[in-house]
């Protein structure tokens, strides 16, 4: 199983950008998926999460200005990012809990990163 992130970049305060993560390889369901991120010196944080069910979880930093949404038939989730913020610079990962097979038990399997930076 792999994830592949995608969409990250530079932009100035107050715009947007718009990050993809898609999974692939020997997937049986996908239960949560989501993106953390992680800047210099801090801990990676949770930025938004999305059941398959398609319940979300915000972090409060991030309610109201980010979207996170999900394609099921193509394994894909998005974080729609506006309003962006110089604090919000940090790289993102995305991450799925997956079943490989109908006994398997979830596991979390996580991106390779993608760096978003905003400037003031």
């Known amino acids: 199983v792999q994830l592949q992130a995608s969409g990250g970049g530079w932009v100035q305060a107050g715009g947007s950008l718009k990050l993809s993560c898609a999974a692939s390889g020997n997937i049986f369901s996908i239960n949560v998926m989501g993106w953390y991120r992680q800047a210099p010196g801090k801990q990676r944080e949770l930025v938004a999460s999305i059941t398959s069910f398609g319940g979300t979880n915000y972090a409060d930093s991030v309610k109201g200005r980010f979207t996170v949404s999900r394609d099921g038939a193509k394994n894909t989730v998005h974080l729609q990012m506006n309003s962006l913020e110089p604090e919000d610079t940090a790289v993102y990962y995305c991450?799925?809990?997956?079943?490989?097979?109908?006994?398997?038990?979830?596991?979390?399997?996580w991106g390779q990163g993608t760096q978003v930076t905003v400037s003031s």
């Open positions: 991450n799925a809990h997956i079943k490989t097979q109908w006994a398997s038990p979830l596991t979390t399997y």
